[in-house]
């Protein structure tokens, strides 16, 4: 497979990291089993994104609707967050991540909060790739909770002169560039309420593959793929090319 230049590396990939349940289910295995397996992957993909130059992942670990499933497999779920911040953060420092975890956190236990609050601080001044773990996190309630914080920090300016720059720091995901690459796995072909509003114009790559098999022969797939799209961000080729 051809070498890419730098310049045809995403600078954002975002991963909806989907089919960990039927992964364990194919198995004979208990969910928990599948999930714990599909943990186990993410420092594998962060460290090859690293490597090939990606400066942003994010990952989706726990939408807001995932409090629907059944109650064992949420307890479980908290339970591997926490194992995985515990056995990773130190990991994650010695490698130069920068981990940032957006999301409506105020729901998961005193414990859990603590433990994103110390890996992020550990972690605020690296700056190899920047590690976003999306938890508890719904696009709709992103977009909500950011008109409100907006409204909050100008209590005194109507509303009707919102526009996309004054709403975009308050965004959970302020602190990155939108994702240029979405790679969704698990054969779904829809976004799941991730990143509404940073997703306009990112390129969707989407593979039957469960997570708890996605190798890095197939991110590489995907950052070929994604190097041969035409983004023109609603502009003509030719435009496209000189805007560049």
Same mark, same amino acid.
């Given at each position: 497979?051809?070498?890419? *230049?730098?310049?045809?590396?995403?600078?954002?990939?975002?991963?909806?990291?989907?089919?960990?349940?039927?992964?364990?289910?194919?198995?004979?295995?208990?969910?928990?089993?599948?999930?714990?397996?599909?943990? @186990?992957?993410?420092?594998?993909?962060?460290?090859?994104?690293?490597? @090939?130059?990606?400066?942003?992942? *994010?990952?989706?670990?726990?939408?807001?609707?995932?409090?629907?499933?059944?109650?064992?497999?949420?307890?479980?779920?908290?339970?591997?967050?926490?194992?995985?911040?515990?056995?990773?953060?130190?990991?994650?420092?010695?490698?130069?991540?920068?981990?940032?975890?957006?999301?409506?956190?105020?729901?998961?236990?005193?414990?859990?909060?603590?433990?994103?609050?110390?890996?992020?601080?550990? *972690?605020?001044?690296?700056?190899?790739?920047?590690?976003?773990?999306?938890?508890?996190?719904?696009? @709709?309630?992103?977009?909500?909770?950011?008109?409100?914080?907006?409204?909050?920090?100008?209590?005194?300016?109507?509303?009707?002169?919102?526009?996309?720059?004054?709403?975009?720091?308050?965004?959970?995901?302020?602190?990155?560039?939108?994702?240029?690459?979405?790679?969704?796995?698990?054969?779904?072909?829809?976004?799941?309420?991730?990143?509404?509003?940073?997703?306009?114009? *990112?390129?969707?790559?989407?593979?039957?593959?469960?997570?708890?098999?996605?190798?890095?022969?197939?991110?590489?797939?995907?950052?070929?793929?994604?190097?041969?799209?035409?983004?023109?961000?609603?502009?003509?080729?030719?435009?496209?090319?000189?805007?560049?």
């Amino acid at each position: 497979m051809q070498i890419l *230049t730098p310049a045809a590396i995403p600078s954002h990939i975002a991963i909806i990291m989907d089919g960990n349940r039927r992964w364990a289910s194919q198995r004979g295995l208990p969910r928990a089993i599948g999930h714990a397996s599909g943990a @186990r992957r993410v420092r594998q993909i962060v460290e090859a994104c690293s490597e @090939r130059g990606v400066s942003h992942l *994010t990952l989706f670990a726990f939408s807001t609707e995932n409090w629907q499933r059944p109650a064992d497999e949420v307890s479980s779920l908290m339970s591997l967050l926490v194992n995985y911040l515990q056995k990773e953060i130190c990991n994650m420092h010695t490698n130069g991540v920068r981990l940032k975890i957006v999301g409506d956190l105020s729901r998961f236990d005193q414990r859990l909060q603590n433990l994103m609050a110390s890996g992020q601080a550990l *972690t605020s001044n690296n700056s190899k790739i920047s590690l976003t773990i999306a938890a508890n996190y719904g696009g @709709r309630w992103d977009i909500v909770q950011a008109v409100k914080a907006w409204q909050a920090t100008n209590p005194a300016v109507n509303l009707s002169s919102l526009d996309e720059a004054g709403l975009r720091p308050h965004l959970s995901m302020g602190h990155a560039p939108d994702p240029d690459l979405l790679i969704r796995t698990g054969g779904e072909s829809r976004i799941s309420n991730f990143l509404l509003w940073q997703m306009a114009y *990112t390129e969707l790559f989407f593979t039957d593959k469960l997570w708890p098999d996605f190798s890095v022969a197939l991110l590489d797939e995907a950052l070929h793929w994604y190097s041969a799209r035409d983004r023109r961000f609603g502009a003509s080729s030719v435009h496209a090319q000189r805007a560049k």
